[in-house]
């Protein structure tokens, strides 16, 4: 990612350290809270690390459920931050073992969201690192290209590679989003584990959020 400045880094630990709430569980478009505030979502094919990554972003373990299991998230979860933004952690798509029905409902919901929100300001598209940019992230790229959705790729998991491996995959990446109109030209890396990458993600997610010291 490019560099932060020391002040972007200030405002993006600051933002984490205030108050951080799960909001609710959206299983629908119609009880989605209302757009008050600008708001950020994780997407990522199943088990990729998005509920670990609110989890190291806001220093807090079992805020967002993660798990072993793929499929864990269900449904749109939502965290205020300091009332200042809407984190949102989305269900995972690709996940193969759920019922058809469900998958479906997911993903239309998931698909409904990511086109249409109101106050959706970037969508974090997470990318296993050990596995770079699949089909299936891909079309919701295609998607977001579409609507013209700000997003921006996040590779995870980089405790799990070696660094040689991790540069080759990064300036792959890189280069696969050069030409794609919607994608933010910055790539993140973070290590959920490690506790690697989270600084530049809290500046970049402070830059979208409302300022701190707005009358609200
Ligand atoms: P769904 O909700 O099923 O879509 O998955 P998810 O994307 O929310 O993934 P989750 O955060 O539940 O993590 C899946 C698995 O990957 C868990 O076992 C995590 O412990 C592991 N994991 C997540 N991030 C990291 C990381 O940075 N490093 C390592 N080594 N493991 C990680
Ligand atoms: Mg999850």
């Given at each position: ?154 590779l ?5 590679i ?17 030409k ?36 609200r």
């Amino acid at each position: 990612m490019e560099e932060k400045t020391s002040e972007q880094l200030e405002d993006g630990r600051l933002l984490f350290a205030r108050d951080v709430d799960f909001m609710r569980s959206a299983v629908s478009l119609e009880t989605l809270p209302p757009p008050d505030l600008p708001e950020v979502c994780f997407a990522g094919r199943s088990n990729v690390g998005k509920s670990s990554l609110i989890n190291a972003l806001t220093n807090r373990k079992g805020l967002a459920r993660a798990s072993n299991t793929p499929g864990r998230t269900r449904e749109l979860n939502y965290f205020n931050v300091d009332g200042r933004l809407f984190l949102v952690d989305l269900p995972g798509f690709g996940y193969a073992r759920a019922s058809k029905v469900d998958i479906e409902r997911w993903q239309v919901l998931t698909r409904a969201y990511l086109q249409g929100r109101p106050g959706l300001r970037r969508v974090f598209l997470l990318i296993d690192s050990r596995h770079g940019i699949k089909p299936l992230d891909v079309e919701v790229m295609d998607m977001l290209d579409e609507t013209a959705v700000i997003y921006q790729l996040v590779l995870t998991k980089i405790d799990k590679i070696k660094k040689g491996e991790l540069s080759k995959v990064a300036e792959k990446t890189q280069k696969f989003i050069a030409k794609r109109p919607a994608a933010f030209p910055f790539i993140a890396q973070t290590s959920s584990e490690k506790k690697d990458g989270l600084d530049m993600l809290r500046a970049e997610i402070a830059s979208l959020a409302l300022p701190a010291n707005a009358d609200r």
